[in-house]
Nanobody
Framework: QVQFQESGGGLVQAGGSLRLSCVAS????????VAWFRQTPGKEREFVAG????????YHADSVKGRFTISRDNAKNTMYLQMNSLKPDDTGLYYCAAGGRIILSQFRVPRAYDYWGQGTQVTVSS
């Protein structure tokens, strides 16, 4: 069983930056595919970025490509989301997630992930 502790959210002006962190405890973090999702009221949880197990190439949603970067440090059981050039549309509750044996076609699907952080709020003001 993996548990996550998220941090790094907050209020920032448009154009600013934030770095989200998610520390895992329990389980075998290095063996999991990891991802960040975000959600706003009334909308479905949206894939933001992910790193598949055994693949160092990150995947980013088109809406954040070139501005956000996902990374992981297996030695620290930690994943990160560096967010630059933030826009008001980036506002939402951000969740880290992990799962094993996630096939490529399910990579961006929330229900494919077994473990979730508690969420951290990101608010971008215009």
């Amino acid at each position: 069983q993996v548990q996550f502790q998220e941090s790094g959210g907050g209020l920032v002006q448009a154009g600013g930056s934030l770095r989200l962190s998610c520390v895992a405890s329990g389980g075998s973090f290095r063996s999991y595919t990891v991802a960040w999702f975000r959600q706003t009221p009334g909308k479905e949880r949206e894939f933001v970025a992910g790193l598949r197990y055994g693949n160092s190439n990150p995947y980013h949603a088109d809406s954040v490509k070139g501005r956000f970067t996902i990374s992981r440090d297996n030695a620290k059981n930690t994943m990160y989301l560096q967010m630059n050039s933030l826009k008001p549309d980036d506002t939402g509750l951000y969740y880290c997630a992990a799962g094993g044996r996630i096939i490529l076609s399910q990579f961006r699907v929330p229900r494919a992930y077994d473990y979730w952080g508690q969420g951290t709020q990101v608010t971008v003001s215009s």
